[in-house]
């Protein structure tokens, strides 16, 4: 399932560069790896990869406070944030660490959210995998994220006239800083599938951001059939009564069986065909990255998902180049014991499908998408 649309990945400068440092679930390879292994596939084709601007400071005042701007760059410069600074806007912790090229690498990811929507505007499905930090607040960061480039993106397609914008959000953390950010604004519609019970424990069934978010908080061990399942039974049906003008979707990959922080079992090819779909629902898309701490898990499912959503077949196995890359990743969440061997030799889950459970069937109904419009 391929859209007839050209597809765009932005990737390259600062996006992926600096570290979050020693022992932070951040701490790994994740765009660097992604580009590295579409390189060594032939999956890179002229003109396909645009580099990842950077928003300048009025660009991000569009959304966040220029006071929390300001102090985020004088923190990074310094190099320590005051215990004022730590409480006020959530720099300097362990969470959301100072590190040099902090303010590039956020600004980036808003830069590229950016340029996503208005290629997408010009008739592409654009994929920018280091987007989807959608924890991050107007004047505070949270959850490892600085800024919040889904809502940027978003805000450029209302600008542009559009009135039906659907966002959804397939990482395993509920987007609360996107939906919060959208409540008041009648163009724009959220879905969210993510772990019930699970930071930042928001996001319940009964939640409607305001009347136009629909949230479903699936249980541990959330597999491809019951993703199929909340897809058919109201994710979609839900889309075609909409009729968006325009998707943007987060697809974190902590809801991947194997990830560290996370306790979903989805394979990457259910996302990919889950996001798939939603590509196909409106005419304007955009696909942005988001979560995910398992170096090996993130790097095969956004290049399969770049590979997918540009008409590239998926090979069975690897080509000695892409294992070489693979297999020098490395992980201090994960036990060696714990590594996957087909983690470095193929791009594709095995499916992982089985008996739609009795708690997710009510979920569809207690969210109440069958009714939403």
């Not at 660009?59 to 410069?77: C, G, N, T």
């Not at 499905?125 to 960061?141: D, I, L, M, N, Q």
């Not at 490892?144 to 805000?155: E, G, T």
């Not at 990255?289 to 090996?296: A, H, K, L, S, V």
Request: proline share 6%.
């Amino acid at each position: 399932m391929r859209s007839s649309r050209s597809a765009l990945l932005i990737g390259g400068t600062s996006a992926d560069t600096a570290s979050f440092g020693s022992g932070h679930p951040l701490a790994i390879p994740r765009v660097a790896t992604v580009l590295a292994l579409c390189r060594a596939l032939g999956w890179i084709a002229a003109g396909e990869l645009r580099d990842c601007p950077r928003a300048c400071a009025r660009q991000l005042s569009e959304f966040h406070s220029p006071e929390y701007i300001a102090a985020l760059r004088a923190a990074e410069v310094a190099g320590i944030a005051t215990i004022e600074e730590r409480a006020r806007f959530g720099i300097g912790t362990r969470e959301n660490p100072l590190f040099p090229g902090l303010f590039a690498r956020a600004a980036a990811t808003v830069g590229g959210a950016m340029l996503a929507a208005e290629l997408a505007l010009e008739g592409h499905v654009v994929f920018h995998p280091a987007g989807g930090t959608h924890h991050g607040r107007p004047a505070r960061a949270s959850g490892f994220c600085y800024f919040n480039d889904p809502v940027f993106a978003l805000r450029r397609l209302a600008a542009r006239g559009l009135s039906r914008i659907l966002y959804i959000d397939l990482d395993a953390h509920h987007c609360d800083g996107v939906q919060n950010a959208l409540q008041d604004d009648a163009r724009m519609h959220t879905v969210s599938i993510h772990e019930a019970g699970r930071w930042p424990y928001t996001g319940a069934a009964e939640d409607r951001g305001g009347g136009r978010s629909i949230n479903f908080p699936v249980p541990k061990g959330f597999h491809d059939g019951e993703l199929r399942f909340v897809m058919d039974a109201a994710v979609l049906p839900y889309a075609r009564r909409l009729r968006p003008e325009a998707v943007v979707i987060t697809c974190g990959t902590d809801a991947l069986s194997g990830d560290p922080l996370c306790a979903l079992a989805l394979s990457n090819g259910a996302l990919w065909t889950a996001v798939q779909e939603l590509v196909a629902a409106a005419p304007v898309a955009v696909v942005l990255g988001g979560g995910g701490y398992n170096p090996w898990t993130v790097a095969r499912c956004w290049t399969g998902l770049w590979g997918k959503l540009s008409g590239r077949r998926l090979p069975r196995r690897l080509p000695a180049a892409a294992e070489r890359i693979l297999a020098g990743l490395s992980c201090d969440l994960i036990d060696d014991e714990a590594i996957d061997p087909s983690w470095q030799r193929t791009l594709a889950d095995p499916p992982r499908d089985g008996p739609v459970r009795r708690a997710v069937v009510d979920l569809v109904r207690r969210a109440g998408a069958e009714r939403a419009a």
